[in-house]
């Protein structure tokens, strides 16, 4: 269980870092709406391995195949099945990890409640089960861009102890593709690429956290009480390998403020919209959003896998000492934005349809 | 939709803040446990209203009633509803926000999304919701600990700027239940009340962090990809009214290490258990309990509902000021607690019964 | 698990037969519907005990409370929960079953599976747990109603070998409802009357099936593959208690021709709908409907308690003699009617939230 | 939506007749249980087309690949993907079907639901998509199997009007293999046979009943109330192409009977296990398994497919005459057969699960 997502846009994803391929079941897609694999490969080129310096240099191209559900061209309501095979595997590289477990990843967890594991490249815990993410959230914008203009933007604004400012109702997709590293802020952003170079020839690895967008949201998204919308996108993101904390609108932050510092006051705008002044709330009050824009953070950890010895156990529990082998992230951050993202979008689109189900069928 | 939560122990909460009453019908409970209304209420003393200064002067006595599922003391297996009746309401105390929206509230976007809304005492979207969870939890608890002695306990570690030092370890609910405020340091729990006090004074509120521990947690439980350990416990707490983050271990902070230093190196202990020498983790690696302590914070923004002045608009959007009349809690925090540790117990005895199903059906 | 149904219209029932009460959390209705406890006491009146000869004597008005998801007289898009007070309740007259099992009832399954049962008047396998699906029920006709026309009509097709001829396309519900047994045939509704009288008599039992329409049905309802229309409808009217078969169209007759002469001919009607010129189908094709009638038929089993002396064991495994002393009915058949009734509604309501989320966002 | 069945060992179907392939996701599956493709190919085999002269001419092989969840020849805990490539395709024989609707077929109601249709070979609604349901049903017997000695054995009990008497409690696979009709009579099946061949030769099509036993299932498996046992093996078999009726035990048939003659009576076998004399109940009482044997019927309709002229219409209503180019079954009873198995052991794998979740936790 649990490797579905999803009310009613359903995804499914499956597949380990090493053997047939990784992939995705999406149930639940409306008909009608234009699919082919470029749609999906542009999401899946900002994700996959190998793509700059910044990241893990496993070469694969991450070629997509739609399996199911597309016809001439056009999605049939039937599931869409997107298979991605692996290709550069080495097994050999991880032959020690069959045996010791690596701190901080989920060998020995695995291992404790299956008592079993592909121990091949992390198996199902590698970030490459992310693929089926970020294919079906590519799909997820589409629709959520078709139907109400959503735009879905995530950037790094913090690498270990180096941060940008950035302004979320204005960054754009261009500013943030600019640099290998994600950070729409130029100056920043080369700070950042200074950091990464200098943790990776440590064989050390960094954290950071990814802040996220999405705008033109509509009113109304968001089932209280269990299934508040930021509830949904917490659950989102921290199901992302790496991620220790979420926040929405002021976060953690809000708590240094008074009740009268940080309510949003109501305005009218000039078309009659019920607006607030401020954006505290981060585009959700109650659990359903207000039509300001959503504006979410993630941390994620320095990654676990590096290359600099350290102390563990074998699986019988005997002390050893290991340094990675295999191929990983110096900072899993710029390859962390299009998983974000994805996590929204497919968020927001089950929320759409969860909406229109409930509340559009007498309007 | 939206209003049921867990997989196998699910629950699913009714009720508005003024009306009929609260509660909640829990299904997939095991049976044979022994249960009665007084398992149950502790919990919901320690949630409910008035009972101390810092919190809202509505007189509650929120008694449950148990309705189905439970025989001659026990569990039957079969739905166990819960029913707390609504006594002291005072619907003419909420008369002007049939029209006018609170800022920060649900107010308006309840209206937003369902075209109606019960505007007495906030309605769906009250904290009143909460005494369902409270009292699954309560239940959740009982079986974790008859199962595995886990120990769950919830305290406020921040309130705006004045923060405890609080050791996970070894916290004691006793030292939990010592003060009004629920902060263990009985110290800095004073100046937390002062600070309340003050706040309150002033028709003004606060918001802090609450930190909970689940203490002997089995490893093995938590379901990789989506319904990690962590994914789920951030959806159950950020659901909760009023929160706006949510961290698992070294959280946000976790952000500012290096690989090197965040890793949990393994250890074997005297007793042959693999285990970490510490805990950046939190108790969770992979999405998977690895038998550390679980250890996790919530910030709870300021009460949205103040006695002070400000501007906002009513349903027409024509700009009005609002000063808040019925009761309301100065600072949520210490009625949080309980709320949170009901949330993460309804967690732990989903994913208790959902690894039992799959990983020991063969053992 | 397994006391909810639906997957946007969602129900969840509780209660046994002896204990607080039972009753019904509705969880996804439309909101701004008109409801109140009127609209839902009708079709519990119809499935009331002691409502006429044809019944068990238990005494019970059945009388509904509204707890919660109404306000103003108006559905608020949150949960509804209806409760019904147990009433007429006689544990003493079922003293006996706590030890003894009654043939082809529940009680040595719920204690095989349990270990523990509420043996008084069956517990949660007593047909009074139908009152929340009925209630239920009654909501999802009001919004099929409401949106489509949509008229639901069951009626007694057979009891034990008479069986009357009515046609599915014309039968009224005054028609039905102007005898005790609901059969619209009033000349075969007088022999189905003498045959229970008789069976009565004789501390006996009788079965039959039930007939169900299902009218003005829009088309499109139904989702492969698995959650086909009649697959949905085949799990729902399967889990009334005492139905051992399910048909829909010409069902099981339908195997004994050729698919030439089986086969729904398609034609374009004076409105250019495409209809079909017969309805063996019973209005659903491929698992979707097709706007003809939708036509089923459910098989009961005769009532397993019954006044004559049966061998049987008690808890330890010792052969016994047991004749039933707690009220029952001679004949379910008549109480069934808005039972199957109940079950197709909510089936219908729910496939039509379900459609209209993935099928009608882009129309 | 629709197109996963299951609460914890859940599977999710997905595939075109023509197109990339067909398959399923199993999630939820124990770990470490031994799994290889030949485990699955055995009942594909069992299900493919052109296997004899009673199926469909086309040629596929249906040869599987396991794309994820099984590591070193077991399985891992995580999800299994299953993927069978078309080969045999031939979209040119469908041409006419893009414009013309075939009676009884899923076209038209597909085309009223989605608007768009996948028109080679049925697409979605093809029988291609049982695959899928036939591979993840090979899985859930082997653990039956392994877990309780469940055997489960499918057969054709009646083609048109030529009925076998066939005892559930005897009957082996073998006698089942042993003729291509799957009837275990074998003068009964060469009867069926040369009804089969005839009705070929006319270009018409007959349905049938194909029984099924599960036999050494353990008490307490099913959920009441919405997922009795019966409930879930309706829906589970009534999800299935062409099936029109579904029916347990007694069935239909058992209204006929009076509740004295009907009622099982119990009685302690030698063993000490309590036992019922009869089995009208077919295994399951008050939606919970007895441990006797569960036997269940599905009546399947003639193959809509036929070769004869009928009248139909194209998508604009223009009235039109066709008939079937395409490669068809003239009687899907044989393949039936594994199909109906495959629903059985879903279910029951998917109650033993859950069973030993919520009623076997304490114990």
Known sequence: MGNSFGHLFRITTFGESHGGGVGVVIDGCPPQIDLNEGDIQADLDRRRPGQSRMTTPRKETDTCEILSGVFQGKTLGTPITILVRNKDTRPQDYGEMAEVYRPSHADATYDAKYGIRNWQGGGRSSARETIGRVAAGAIAKKIL?????????????????????????????????????????????????????????????????????????????????????????????????????????????????????????????????????????????????????????????????????????????????????????????????PMVEAMVALVLCDHLLRNHAQCHLLR
Request: include cysteine; charged fraction near 25%.
């Open 145 to 337: 861009g078709q139907v109400a203009g959503v735009e879905i933007i995530g950037y790094v604004r913090q690498i270990k102890d180096v941060e940008a400012a950035i302004d979320p109702n204005h960054v754009t997709l261009d500013q943030v593709e600019a640099n290998m590293i994600r950070c729409p802020d130029p100056t920043t952003a080369e700070k950042m690429i200074a950091l990464v170079d200098d943790i990776r020839r440590q064989a050390n690895s960094v954290g950071g956290i990814v802040e996220c967008v999405a705008r033109n949201v509509p009113k109304g998204l968001g089932e209280p009480v269990f299934d508040k919308l930021e509830a949904d996108l917490a659950k989102a993101v921290m199901s992302l390998p790496a991620s220790k904390g979420f926040e929405i609108g002021s976060g953690f932050a809000g708590t240094q403020l008074t009740g009268l510092e940080h309510n949003d006051e109501f305005y009218s705008d000039d078309r009659g919209q019920i607006r607030t002044v401020t954006n505290r709330s981060g585009g959700v009050q109650g659990g359903i959003s207000n039509g300001e824009n959503i504006v979410i953070r993630v941390a994620f950890k320095p990654t676990a896998t590096i290359g600099s010895a350290q102390r563990t156990v074998n699986k019988e529990g005997e002390a050893t000492i290991l340094a990675a082998k295999g191929r990983h992230d110096p900072c899993v951050l710029p390859r962390a934005v």
